[in-house]
């Protein structure tokens, strides 16, 4: 499984972006995918932002609860993160994820992330 994000840049505090994860490669495509984002600030452990499950259901970090939507295009074989409201906290570069489940476990697939920079 190939991702690829887009949609990282600077914005000012208040501001919003939206992300965009291109997902390929699953050979029964991305809808047998749990589809996520995380974040990693500098000096800091990579943390899950926002999930969305293969049925749709979706979890956010309490940070940017209310502030953030994620959302997946099976057809587009996309996954947006929409943030609107941001503050400087919010700056990270941003991983897109997929999750595939086996008998052998969980397989976690990695983009090589985005740049988010939010100036105050």
């Known amino acids: 499984v190939q991702l690829v994000e887009s949609g990282g840049g600077q914005v000012q505090a208040g501001g919003s972006l939206r992300l965009s994860c291109a997902v390929s490669g699953s050979i029964f495509g991305i809808n047998v995918l749990d589809l996520g984002w995380y974040r990693q600030a500098p000096g800091q452990q990579r943390e899950l932002v926002a999930s969305i499950t293969r049925g749709g259901s979706t979890n956010y970090a309490n940070s940017v609860k209310g502030r953030s939507t994620i959302s997946r295009d099976n057809a587009k074989n996309t996954v947006i993160l929409q943030m609107n409201s941001l503050q400087p906290e919010d700056t990270a570069v941003y991983f897109c994820?997929?999750?595939?489940?086996?008998?052998?476990?969980?397989?976690?697939?990695w983009g090589q992330g985005t740049q988010v920079t939010v100036s105050s």
């Open positions: 994820n997929a999750v595939t489940w086996s008998k052998y476990g969980r397989r976690d697939y």
